[in-house]
């Protein structure tokens, strides 16, 4: 129960995390996008949730290069003044 906890709790942060980065990606370079268009908001037909997947793929891999990326600064200010 545990791990399945853990699994729910990286995946909603690491979606957290995608979604805002791109959306302030998008913003950064010139090209705003709304929140809604960059989630899974999916209606019933299978057009919608072939985007869907695409737009919730999308933010798990920029949401977990960013967590990596934010992970490795903590440790590495952490652990620079212990040598």
């Known amino acids: 129960m545990d791990n ?47 985007n869907a997947m695409k737009q919730d793929f999308l933010n798990a891999v920029v949401g977990a290069v960013i967590f990596f990326i934010l992970t490795f600064i903590i440790v590495a200010i952490v652990f620079h003044n212990r040598s």
Request: no cysteine; charged share 25%.
């Open 4 to 50: 399945l906890l853990v699994v729910i709790f990286f995946r909603s942060i690491i979606r957290f995390l995608g979604k805002y980065g791109r959306y302030f990606w998008f913003k950064l370079i010139g090209s705003p996008r709304s929140l809604k268009s960059l989630t899974n908001r999916v209606k019933n037909d299978y057009a919608d949730m072939g």
